[in-house]
């Protein structure tokens, strides 16, 4: 199976209230607004993943889904939520496999884990050097790095838009160091 684009899918009990939650309280870059102008779906950025906020809950919200967000500091994360009035379901704390995680929840139960990776982690080592020679990845795909530039869309006036500008190409990046601070 090739994908080639994939996103999380959410459909909450009160669109507006998960739209501002998404938006405005966790601060994610919104990629595009679709469907009527007065009630419209948001797809955000989610690091090198996307998350679609939109329709409505047919049945009960939250469940099995969980959402992992890798931040740069979750403590100062810790401190805006927590200032935000976002009830922290679980402070953050360094797990026996050595992240270290802070679980919130949206409005609609979904479990949202934030996770700052330490410099010396595993996941922070480049796997290339482990490879045979002339391969530089494990796999095939690479990876682009983006940047989020504003721009202003005629059709929707007033609305907040952000593109994803391409920085650099990098092979197999599994910190996020590559990416623009």
């Known amino acids: 199976m090739d994908v080639l ?12 209230r998960s739209r501002r939650f998404y938006r405005d309280v966790l601060s994610l870059a919104v990629y595009r607004e679709f469907g009527p102008p007065d009630d419209p779906g948001l797809v955000f950025f989610l690091g090198q993943g996307l ?10 919200p939250g469940g099995s889904v969980m959402i992992w967000l890798q931040v740069r500091d979750v403590h100062a994360e810790h401190a805006r939520l927590a200032a935000a009035g976002v ?9 026996p496999w050595g992240l270290t995680e802070m679980h919130i929840e949206d ?10 990776v330490p410099a010396d982690h595993p996941l922070r080592r480049d796997p290339r050097s482990a490879l045979p020679p002339g391969r530089r990845t494990a796999r095939r795909a690479t990876t682009r790095s983006f940047e989020m530039r504003p721009f202003t869309d ?6 907040r838009h952000v593109r994803a500008s391409p920085v650099q190409d990098c092979d197999a990046c599994l910190c996020g160091g590559c990416m623009p601070r």
């Open 51 to 60: 998350i679609e906020v939109s329709g409505h809950a047919a049945g009960p």
């Open 5 to 16: 684009s994939s996103r999380i899918l959410l459909r909450p009990a009160d669109l507006d």
């Open 154 to 159: 005629p059709t929707t006036p007033g609305r």
């Open 87 to 95: 009830p922290i379901m679980r402070e953050p704390a360094v797990e």
């Open 107 to 116: 409005p609609d139960g979904v479990r949202i884990i934030m996770v700052e």
